[in-house]
């Protein structure tokens, strides 16, 4: 069956822009979250949504990044004015419940001139 | 709050030979343990998992580990790896009163050589 999918698969952009990640969850899941892997280290969390709701959002550095899952399922990580340092791989991960086994997408590679 | 320590960034190893990948956690309450598989250009895949029972774990792949709760260790063994296990290795854990957020160490790179 289909996993979790994400678009695009690199992404480019200069600083100052505004971009916008996408994510499919695995249907039926209605947990999503979006972790952010910087190079050399491991994923680091930034959102949980549990349905259509940001239940913890604790993670996100600053204001600069916000995310939305209107429908309960596909979501987008959006970041304003973006600096070199927001690059980075995110990867987003869905679950049947928040207990559940959390299944990774192949992550976005943002790439910040 | 929890943290994760892979002490070793890059562990360099013949085929056929053993090995293990090391991982450390520090936590005020009980967790779950997990290590995750990435292979180049992929995703995250779980490779083993513990939640309660038995310490020794097996996972896919013919990996398993042992949770030793008075060391706070949980590491990743294999008695014959391939050169098809060349990737990184990730621990996690994931505290039990907040059950979704994983914590991961920085990752262990494993290169296994002919």
Same mark, same amino acid.
């Given at each position: 069956?289909?996993?979790?999918?994400?678009?695009?698969?690199?992404?480019?952009?200069?600083?100052?822009?505004?971009v916008?990640?996408?994510?499919?969850?695995?249907?039926?899941?209605?947990?999503?979250y979006?972790?952010?892997?910087?190079?050399?280290?491991?994923?680091?969390?930034?959102?949980? !949504?549990?349905?259509?709701?940001?239940?913890?959002?604790?993670?996100?550095?600053?204001?600069?990044?916000?995310?939305?899952?209107?429908?309960?399922?596909?979501?987008?990580?959006k970041?304003?004015?973006?600096?070199?340092?927001?690059?980075a791989?995110?990867?987003?991960a869905?679950?049947?419940e928040?207990?559940?086994?959390? !299944?990774?997408?192949?992550?976005?590679?943002?790439?910040?001139? | 709050?929890?943290?994760?320590?892979?002490?070793?960034?890059?562990?360099?190893?013949? %085929?056929?030979?053993?090995?293990?990948?090391r991982? *450390?956690?520090?936590?005020?309450?009980?967790? +779950?343990?997990?290590?995750?598989?990435q +292979?180049? *250009?992929? $995703?995250?895949?779980?490779?083993?998992? +513990?939640?309660?029972?038995?310490?020794?774990?097996?996972g /896919? *792949?013919?990996? %398993?580990?042992?949770?030793?709760?008075?060391q706070?260790?949980?590491h990743?063994?294999?008695?014959?790896?391939? /050169?098809?296990?060349?990737?990184?290795?990730?621990?996690?854990?994931?505290?039990?009163?907040?059950? +979704?957020?994983? /914590?991961? $160490?920085s $990752?262990?790179?494993?290169?296994?050589?002919?």
């Open positions: 069956g289909a996993g979790v999918s994400q678009t695009p698969s690199n992404k480019v952009t200069e600083k100052g822009k505004y916008e990640l996408r994510c499919d969850p695995i249907s039926g899941h209605t947990a999503l979006w972790y952010r892997q910087s190079l050399g280290q491991g994923p680091e969390f930034l959102i949980y !949504f549990q349905g259509t709701g940001a239940a913890d959002d604790s993670g996100l550095p600053n204001d600069r990044f916000f995310a939305v899952r209107p429908e309960g399922s596909v979501s987008t990580l970041i304003q004015r973006t600096e070199r340092g927001d690059s791989v995110y990867l987003c869905s679950s049947l928040a207990v559940g086994e959390q !299944f990774f997408g192949p992550g976005t590679r943002l790439t910040v001139l | 709050a929890q943290s994760v320590t892979q002490l070793d960034s890059q562990v360099p190893v013949f %085929e056929e030979a053993p090995v293990e990948l991982c *450390n956690y520090s936590s005020s309450v009980s967790v +779950y343990l997990f290590w995750y598989v +292979y180049p *250009n992929q $995703g995250l895949q779980l490779l083993l998992k +513990y939640l309660s029972g038995s310490t020794l774990v097996k /896919i *792949n013919g990996f %398993e580990a042992e949770f030793n709760k008075s706070t260790s949980f990743l063994r294999k008695p014959s790896v391939h /050169i098809s296990d060349t990737a990184e290795y990730f621990c996690a854990v994931r505290s039990m009163d907040s059950s +979704y957020k994983l /914590i991961f $160490g $990752g262990t790179r494993l290169l296994v050589r002919p």
